[in-house]
């Protein structure tokens, strides 16, 4: 069975650091540009960041640009967003993602289709 794993959510606090973790089991990721996605309660789920297949392209969304930082380790089938310097505003359910088509740079998220369960990241005093 295919499916992707997140793990690493938590309780912050503003200004803290977190890092997750997304594994793919049943199918190897190296050959699919893979991304991080988010839904806040009460709004549509939106994209965060991507990777492309072979990692020289990493894509973020406006909010999260200079903060966090999408990486993958393809012998471990995992890939990874490191989060700085959080803010409440970057509460949220996060999903990990995988493209539709192999070989792709991550420039249409909208396309990813096979999806993750989510790690809840609150951030909070």
Do not use: H
């Amino acid at each position: 069975q295919v499916q992707l794993v997140e793990s690493g959510g938590g309780l912050v606090q503003p200004g803290g650091s977190l890092r997750l973790s997304c594994v793919a089991s049943g199918l190897t990721s190296s050959g699919y540009a893979m991304g991080w996605f988010r839904q806040a309660p009460g709004k549509e789920r939106e994209f965060v960041a991507t990777i492309s297949w072979n990692a020289d392209i990493t894509r973020y969304a406006d909010s999260v640009k200079g903060r966090f930082i999408i990486s993958r380790d393809d012998a471990k089938s995992t890939v990874y967003l490191q989060m700085n310097s959080l803010k409440a505003e970057d509460t949220a359910l996060y999903y990990c993602a995988a493209d539709r088509l192999p070989f792709g740079t991550g420039d249409k998220p909208s396309e990813f289709n096979l999806w993750g369960q989510g790690t809840q990241v609150t951030v909070s005093s």
